[in-house]
């Protein structure tokens, strides 16, 4: 479920929360441990360091949108499921 609500700001910021069961560094990890696959193997798919990849996992850094595409297309779910926004794979 998503809880938006304006931010008291000269330019309106709308701002929104993501409420979910599991959140996505969580499912990233959980995906790729399912799938057998090492940190480095997951970020030559991905075409960036295992350094790179760890910090995702760790919600250190944001996954750039291209690599959630991808990831999506690897592991063959939706996005939304990526994000902790679906239960449905």
Do not use: F, W
């Not at 940190?39 to 996992?57: H, K, P, W």
Request: charged share 30%; hydrophobic share 30%.
């Amino acid at each position: 479920m998503v809880h938006c609500k304006n931010k008291k700001t000269s330019k309106r910021i709308r701002r929104c929360h993501v409420d979910s069961g599991m959140d996505y560094v969580r499912i990233l990890r959980d995906l790729r441990e399912d799938a057998d696959k090492t940190q480095t193997q997951i970020a030559e798919v991905l075409g960036t360091s295992q350094t790179m990849y760890a910090r995702y996992e760790r919600g250190a850094n944001e996954l750039p949108i291209h690599h959630l595409i991808t990831l999506s297309r690897y592991y063959g779910v939706s996005t939304d499921y990526l994000l902790g926004l679906s239960k449905e794979r």
